[in-house]
């Protein structure tokens, strides 16, 4: 009987008539090789289907093969729920998992510690897909198959808490000048885009109330107020309590702005607004802290916009910072802020000790929006740099982000929908592979991005 994807209103119904009665058995799982509602510690899976069964099942170098199954309301954006999916694969050290809203049907195979969309149709298509979908994750096809890039994992005695063997090697960069416009933007998402095509897991927070970031990575797709969706989800519910509102919860992809696209926590205009009362609850100013621990197997890098001011948000992001990147166009006037920043950062090095955390590693001034011209390259630009170091005393990166058409542009991207012209920004990286022009900026982020690898000391 064919599937038809209009009888799925709700997360329910996408459960039972196209998991239940309709893939499970299509697949060749018999009831007494599938699971719903798996409580695996802290992790609850919606269903988990085995190639063969074992009582008690244990995920380790022996494991029967098996494939995660999670069903969504039919309104829901599956991009929403593949960061909790890498999480559930990645940690459960599972193959392949499945995702789906009726509307569409999506499969991730697991890498090492990543995941990648391998099969991707619409529901009304799944009758004439389901060989291709046989060949990934049907039961005869997982027993042929073979486990590969197997992290070590042990069961305790319930096999119902399984741990993860890994070195946490998550690493934080914050953006951080006190003077505006002067390139943090353009670093961040330009950089974690870079770190995202050179094969790292990157999160990408914005925490600006100026929401630029946000912005540029494609996730402002409304141009009318009640159709905001960030409102209700953004870095401010992040913060403003211990208990709820997690990283996976509120994460983001950005929308067509990277290829591989990347994590966000995005950020809102009401920041502004909200300010006040998060500065009353001391607890918020280290709940950054605590919800990055949380999410430290999921991603290698995480970085930070902040915004050009020494209030509560610039506070949290350094708290939380491993790393500190200060762009900097070198001029009079942005330099005037460097002790400052200086002595911004010697505070939350107070605040730090007592958490005790190490102190912000300074990786440098990044040179940013620099011009091209001949002339102020050869004299004007070298003496500038040297200011940086000799009476500024702060390190200077070696790379440079140049003052380039293309950076705008890339931003500037938009697409026609009927009357509307809606936002379609592009990474430097992603718009260097239409553009030819980008290609020299796109390289100047790569170069950075190498630098950046470099300095924290990571493969």
């Known amino acids: 009987m064919p599937f038809n994807p209009e009888l799925c209103r709700n997360e329910s119904e996408v459960e039972s008539k196209l998991i239940v009665q309709y893939l499970l058995p299509q697949l060749g799982y018999t009831p007494d090789t599938w699971h719903q509602e798996v409580a695996v510690g802290s992790i609850r899976l919606d269903f988990l289907a085995f190639a063969a069964q074992v009582i008690p099942f244990v995920l380790n170098a022996n494991s029967p093969l098996s494939v995660v199954m999670e069903a969504k309301h039919p309104k829901q954006n599956l991009n929403n729920h593949v960061p909790r999916l890498r999480h559930y694969l990645t940690s459960l050290n599972v193959r392949y998992g499945l995702l789906t809203n009726g509307k569409e049907i999506r499969i991730y195979q697991k890498l090492q510690y990543d995941i990648q969309l391998v ?5 009304k298509e799944v009758e004439t897909k389901l060989d291709e979908i046989k060949d990934l994750i049907g039961r005869e096809s ?3 198959g073979q486990l590969v890039n197997k992290p070590e994992v042990q069961a305790t005695e319930n096999n119902l808490n399984f741990e993860t063997k890994r070195q946490h090697s998550m690493k934080t960069i914050a953006i951080y000048h006190n003077k505006g416009g002067v390139g943090k933007t353009t670093i961040a998402v330009n950089l ?10 990157v ?3 914005d925490i600006d109330s100026q929401a630029n970031t946000t912005f540029a990575t494609g996730l402002i797709k409304f141009q009318f107020e009640e159709d905001d969706n960030l409102r209700e989800r953004n870095v401010y519910h992040l913060l403003e309590s211990g208990d709820f509102n997690f990283i996976a919860e509120l994460v983001r992809t950005s929308d067509y702005f990277n290829n591989p696209e990347i994590d966000v926590i995005p950020s809102h205009i009401t920041l502004i607004e909200s300010q006040d009362k998060l500065t009353k609850i001391l607890a918020s100013r280290s709940r950054l802290v605590t919800k990055l621990k949380k999410v430290e197997d999921s991603y290698e890098v995480v970085i930070i916009d902040t915004p050009p001011s020494r209030d509560l948000y610039a506070e949290v992001a350094l708290i939380a910072t491993d790393y500190l990147i200060i762009p900097s166009d070198l001029k009079p006037f942005a330099n005037q802020g460097l002790p400052t920043v200086k002595n911004f950062v010697n505070q939350i090095n107070e605040s730090r000790e007592i958490m005790g955390k190490s102190p912000i590693s300074i990786m440098g001034v990044l040179a940013s929006k620099i011009s091209t011209n001949a002339k102020f390259l050869q004299y004007n630009f070298p003496k500038q740099r040297e200011v940086i170091s000799e009476r500024y005393q702060l390190p200077l990166m070696e790379s440079v982000i140049y003052d380039r058409t293309a950076l705008s542009e890339c931003m500037n991207q938009t697409i026609l929908v009927g009357d509307l012209e809606y936002p379609d920004p592009k990474s430097i990286i ?4 239409i553009k030819t022009s980008a290609q020299i900026s796109a390289e100047e982020f790569n170069v950075l ?3 950046v690898i470099q300095k924290m000391g990571v493969d």
């Open 119 to 123: 099969f991707q149709c619409p529901g």
């Open 142 to 144: 997982l027993k042929e």
């Open 192 to 201: 974690a885009a870079a770190l995202r095509k050179k094969g790292k897991r």
């Open 203 to 205: 999160l990408l927070i």
């Open 430 to 433: 992603k718009f260097a592979e």
């Open 449 to 451: 991005a190498d630098e």
